[in-house]
Structure formats: structure tokens, C-alpha cells
């Protein structure tokens, strides 16, 4: 899944990186394209559609007064793949969500000062194994704010988003140190080379990365 995960994530940088920052200018077609890898995100890893829902508020509250019957209408058959799965999954398994979801969050019996316990632990454990994911990470949203990128800043809040979700919940039910860290550290990466003026500051940076990345991979 988490192969699947960057390439979900790739792609949806691609349709947002690559065209103008102006949300106001996107069409239906693109904000389909958008809510359309989004749920098939969500149909190949449920958590990891936080990791989108910032940047999809963010376009219905733009477009929403402009066109009020179509863009639900559009929001709709995007979002088909994660819907029907949902449903499929309600009356074929009797839940809506993977039982590991409940084994290790919504019935696990642990309180919520455990779990951020746990959360700080894992995530101080990958701050001293892997600092540079780290630093990326909020380098890339710092930047992303300089810039005053309205779309990667919404992008980076859903990273951040998935972020609190790790330290609050997901940490404390793993035994794979970094494991939840990687999607965001990759989407934190695309933007960070995406935002290198010259070539050569782009090359300098995947080098860089792909030396730490066969040090500590």
C-alpha cells in the first residue's frame, strides 16, 4: 500500500504543482481529477485521505457559490471508488472500516493520554534515527508559506493533519519505527524540489536525499 500511496500522491501533485497556483482558475475537470485520486487514495489506505481533506475543503469553499449544482454533482462521481468500496464493505463485512482500525483505534481500550505518550515516543525516536525527515518536513511547509502558495500550503496542512493524527492515534498501535512518517516526508519532498529555482539546487537535493535514503532507508 504505501507504494501505491506515493504514486496516489505523485500524481496529485502533479495536476497541482504543474498548472497555475490560482485556485479560482481550476475547472471542473481538474477539481474532479483532484476528489478522483483522493478517494482512490482513500480506497487503498482510509487514513491517508487526511492527508487531502485541508486542500478539498479549501477548493469547495472557492468554487462552491459559483457553481452550487454541478460541483456537488462532479464532488459526487469522483468520489464513486471510495463510496461504493464503503458500502460494499458495510454489507459484506459488517463494517465500514478494516478491523485493524478498530483493534488498534476505535475499540482499543487505550486512553487518549497513552496513545500521545506513545505518539511523542515514536516520534522522537524518528527525529533521532531520521532528522532529516523531520526537517524536511516543516522546511517544506515554511517555505510553502514564504512563497504564499495557497494549494501547497493547504497540501502541507494536510500534512501536517496527518502529522497530529500519527502522535494522537496511529503511533501507538505500530512497532515499525518511521513507517507513518514516509507518505508525508515523500509529498514534503516533491514540493520541497518543486520549489528549487535552479537545476542545480534540484539536483543537489534528490542527490542528497538518495545518499540518506541508502545510509538509513
Known amino acids: ?3 501505491l500511496s506515493y504514486w496516489l500522491a505523485s500524481l496529485f501533485l502533479y495536476f497541482l504543482l504543474l498548472h497555475p497556483s490560482d485556485t479560482s482558475t481550476f475547472s471542473l475537470r481538474r477539481i474532479s ?3 478522483l485520486i483522493a478517494s482512490l487514495a ?3 489506505r482510509q487514513d491517508t485521505i487526511l492527508l487531502y481533506i485541508p486542500l478539498l475543503l479549501y477548493l469547495l469553499f472557492l468554487n462552491i457559490r459559483q457553481r452550487p449544482v454541478t460541483l456537488p454533482l462532479i464532488v459526487f462521481l469522483s468520489i464513486l ?3 461504493v468500496w464503503f458500502v460494499f464493505s458495510f454489507f459484506y463485512y459488517g463494517s465500514p472500516f478494516p478491523n485493524t482500525a478498530y483493534a488498534k483505534s476505535f475499540s482499543s481500550g487505550l486512553d487518549l493520554s497513552y496513545k500521545i505518550n506513545a505518539g ?3 516520534g522522537f525516536s524518528s527525529l533521532s534515527q531520521d532528522p532529516i525527515n523531520h526537517a524536511l518536513i516543516f522546511g517544506s511547509f515554511a517555505w510553502t508559506l514564504i512563497r504564499k502558495d495557497k494549494p501547497a500550503v493547504f ?3 494536510g500534512v501536517l493533519l496527518y502529522y497530529t493524527y500519527i502522535i494522537t ?3 501507538a498501535a505500530t512497532h515499525m519505527g518511521g513507517r507513518f512518517f514516509s507518505v508525508p516526508f515523500f509529498i514534503s519532498t516533491l514540493i520541497f524540489v518543486y520549489y528549487c529555482q ?3 539546487a534540484r539536483l543537489l537535493t534528490v542527490v542528497i536525499l538518495v545518499v540518506v535514503a541508502m545510509i538509513n532507508p
Do not use: S
Open 198 to 200: 535552479h537545476n542545480i
Open 1 to 3: 500500500e504505501n507504494p
Open 33 to 35: 481529477v483532484f476528489f
Open 81 to 83: 471508488p471510495a463510496t
Open 42 to 44: 482513500f480506497f487503498n
Open 155 to 157: 497540501m502541507m496542512l
Open 120 to 122: 511523542l515516543q515514536y
Open 169 to 171: 492515534t496511529a503511533a
